[in-house]
């Protein structure tokens, strides 16, 4: 396995673009707390990963689900994230920051919902851990998926634990730059699953 999932899901979860949402949803905790918070989002994203590696075919068999048409709707959801990074808005993003934190406020902990859910690893994230996750023929390579998971675990928490530092140096220009630069790549890897797709699907396309 190479490192185009590895590439494909820094795109999307793209720890980068949910600095300021982490400012934001943590500006009134304590360093303790902020600490917790960080090390918990990042534990939960690697979770989601390989729960999706792990399981996520299993899932589709149940429903009656062909990887091919599976990796169609999975390219059409990461295609749609890629334009939605374009615009500038972060992937996973399906409520303004306002709603999201009067939501959190009633919860335990912000950690896992909304920061890992939706915001790092939401539907175009599982998705594709599944598409990619069809491809591994081995357990070696179905095991550099899971690594890849504890490679976006680390950089979720690196970036999270240097939120300030990077929000001060990229300003909010330089994220939104990164945001549309991640996009760009996220939407020529969507055309390239969704063609895989179409190809299984129609084979004459192959031709």
Known sequence: MDFKPLVTLLAIVNPLAIVPFFIHYTQDFTREQRRRTIWIASFSAFVVIATCALMGLHILNFFGISLASFQVGGGLLLLTAALSMLNGRPVESK?????????????????????????????????????????????????????????????????????????????????????????????????????????????????
């Open 95 to 207: 409520t303004t920051a306002e709603e999201d934190v009067q939501d959190a406020a009633a919860r335990a902990s912000i950690a896992v919902v909304p920061l890992t859910i939706p915001l790092l690893t939401g539907p175009a994230t599982m998705s594709t851990v599944v598409i990619y996750a069809e491809k591994a023929k081995t357990f070696w390579q179905l095991g550099t998926l899971i690594g890849y998971g504890v490679v976006i675990a680390l950089v979720t928490a690196l970036c999270f634990s240097l939120a300030q530092p990077i929000a001060r140096g990229l300003g909010k220009t330089g994220i939104n730059v990164m945001t549309r630069l991640m996009g760009l790549i996220l939407a020529a890897l969507a055309v390239e699953v969704m063609s895989d797709g179409l190809v299984q699907l129609f084979p004459f396309l192959g031709r």
